[in-house]
């Protein structure tokens, strides 16, 4: 611990660590871009193998909700693409055209990936749990922590515990993303699990779902590195600020 405060206290230390933070955060950025592109590339390509039995993202969902005896969600249909996601508020299983309408593997896989969440709050899933009580907290902490952070960087030299505040509310998002890792992840399983076992998926294409939600999982991976990473620059910002 002497040794790492006597580094930061370092001046050449800190330039080069601040450089080295920049140039990994844009290399996540970018990352992250490719891996979002992925997603549509693979729902795309995806979106042209057949399910078993050509049932649309609707009735799939419909049926799982019903396989899992959840009767107080509904299924609508939301404009946009990928724009799929399961409200806890409201009971609602929210699903993009595409998906609502489509009779592919991929739509299939996605709809229920989002009805994985809905037995994830059927069930009391406990990091579902959390994420939904941190979305007031980070919904407020979105809205200031930009024009906090920003005001901490031009003040910090004569107002440093402002950086402070910024980083705390940083914090917030970062740990609200680190959270988002396992519900999205048990939630793909949940669904792949069921697809299989109700021959929504054969043999053959049953692959091509797991791919498609295993490169949805990958964004949220690196939305969560990225998150982290950003959190120690500001970090080492603060702890520079002499």
């Not at 899992?68 to 055209?97: A, E, W």
């Not at 999205?184 to 049953?206: G, K, M, V, Y």
């Not at 690196?222 to 520079?240: C, D």
Request: hydrophobic content about 50%; glycine content about 6%.
């Amino acid at each position: 611990m002497a040794l790492a405060t006597l580094l930061l206290q370092s001046g050449t230390y800190a330039a080069t660590g601040t450089s080295l933070m920049w140039v990994a955060f844009i290399a996540l950025t970018l990352i992250s871009m490719l891996f979002s592109k992925n997603v549509e590339r693979k729902f795309k390509k995806y979106s042209n193998i057949a399910t078993r039995n050509g049932e649309t993202g609707r009735e799939i969902a419909e049926r799982m909700l019903a396989d899992h005896d959840i009767h107080n969600v509904q299924v609508k249909m939301v404009q946009g693409t990928l724009t799929d996601h399961y409200n806890p508020t409201d009971h609602t299983l929210n699903l993009s055209p595409d998906v609502y309408n489509g009779r592919s593997v991929a739509a299939a896989a996605v709809a229920a990936h989002e009805c994985g969440h809905a037995v994830q709050h059927a069930v009391g899933y406990a990091p579902l749990g959390l994420r939904s009580a941190l979305v007031p907290v980070v919904s407020f902490a979105g809205r200031w922590v930009s024009w906090v952070i920003l005001a901490g960087l031009v003040l910090i030299k004569v107002f440093p515990s402002l950086m402070l505040i910024g980083i705390g509310l940083f914090a917030l998002t970062t740990l609200f993303s680190l959270v988002t890792l396992p519900v999205e992840i048990n939630a793909s399983a949940r669904a792949l699990q069921w697809i299989q076992q109700r021959d929504i998926t054969s043999p053959d294409t049953h692959p091509y779902a797991t791919a498609a939600l295993r490169a949805a999982a990958y964004t949220y991976v690196m939305a969560a590195i990225t998150s982290l990473a950003t959190l120690a620059y500001y970090v080492m910002i603060y702890l520079n600020r002499k």
